[in-house]
């Protein structure tokens, strides 16, 4: 990612009373300048707090209240520091705001040991105990240099998404100003009115946090997917479409796993995977699989049999298999998040 440049982070007018202020009196085409300015930094800062809260939701939350502060404050923003910069401290105390005393969200396989297939599927849990998807679009950036777009994706994977929630908020924050958008010490630390000391003690905490989950950034960042990567996502939709059990054994990593939040229960391994489909999962048959692009790995829209919209799959893959089979369910929000409809007519 682009870094913040020589500009102090959060330089300018602190979040609070500047933030609730009412600007100074602006002709239309100020205003309208503004608003193209502010603008123009949705998406990364969706990202931002994506990657802080866990939720599609919250982050566009998070992202609105940042907007209108920014609106707010901006007659007494004073240039002090560049835009960016002051857009990124508002966003940071927005989201740590919002994470005063909330559980940490995760994924089914952070909560419990996997389960068997015979096991009862369970009550529904609330959507605040999930690490939610969201469409690439909302959250990364448009052509930009190679590496930077790879970290960018790499940063909103699941698993890596799950792993940030582990840490302390302020931790969280530090990690991602420093790994993932590139900020200096300094400017992490006057961004949150901290030392360059504390905030080298905190990524040093941070890193060894997520090394100990297993789940940090990956040596080899996602790309954009090969051509045996396409023609494995092509096999894996025939056969879930045709409901072909083998060949939908061919196409899983021995060791992949399935979840559907917002239930707990998951399950490890191929032949529970294709045992749930011929049992619990049977009424699957029939389905269509609409390709989509959530969080920096390939999804599905899946309807049932009939057009009925049932789920978001997110897919993991992993030595030329699919490795991850997460499906969410929760389709009354997640479909309208994605711009799908609610009944599939092809």
Not at 18 to 45: F, H, I, K, M
């Amino acid at each position: 990612m682009a870094s913040t440049g020589t500009a102090a982070a959060g330089g300018g007018a602190a979040p609070g009373p500047a933030d609730s202020a009412s600007p100074g009196p602006q002709r239309p085409a100020e205003s309208g300048d503004l608003a193209d300015r502010l603008e123009a930094y949705r998406t990364e800062l969706t990202g931002y707090c994506y990657r802080m809260l866990g939720s599609a939701f919250e982050a566009e939350d998070a992202v609105q209240e940042t907007m209108v502060r920014a609106w707010r404050g901006h007659a007494r923003f004073e240039g002090r520091a560049s835009l960016r910069s002051w857009l990124y401290r508002i966003a940071t105390n927005v989201c740590l705001d919002l994470l005063k005393g909330s559980s940490r969200r995760a994924r089914p396989m952070d909560l419990s040991s996997p389960s068997g297939v015979r096991n009862p599927i369970g009550t529904e849990l609330p959507e605040t105990a999930w690490i939610g998807p969201v469409p690439d679009a909302r959250v990364l950036a448009g052509a930009g240099d190679p590496a930077d777009t790879a970290v960018a994706r790499e940063s909103v994977r699941l698993a890596f998404v799950s792993a940030l929630q582990r840490l302390a908020p302020r931790q969280r924050a530090v990690l991602i100003l420093r790994e993932v958008l590139s900020w200096s010490a300094s400017e992490v630390a006057e961004l949150l009115g901290s030392s360059v000391a504390s905030v080298n003690s905190a990524l040093q905490r941070a890193r060894a946090t997520l090394a100990a989950s297993g789940d940090g950034p990956s040596a080899a960042p996602q790309r954009p997917l090969d051509d045996a990567q396409r023609a494995l996502l092509a096999r894996y939709v025939d056969a879930f479409e045709r409901f072909d059990m083998a060949a939908l054994t061919a196409v899983l990593h021995e060791d992949c796993t399935v979840s559907m939040p917002p239930f707990a229960l998951w399950l490890r391994g191929r032949a529970d995977a294709v045992s749930w489909m011929r049992g619990p999962g049977h009424a699957c048959a029939g389905s269509r699989l609409v390709p989509l692009a959530a969080n920096g790995m390939p999804a599905f829209a899946q309807y049932r049999a009939g057009g009925t919209a049932w789920a978001i799959q997110v897919i993991d893959l992993a030595d030329g298999r699919v490795a991850g089979l997460h499906s969410f369910l929760d389709t009354e929000r997640l479909f309208p998040l994605f711009g799908l409809p609610m009944r599939y007519a092809g």
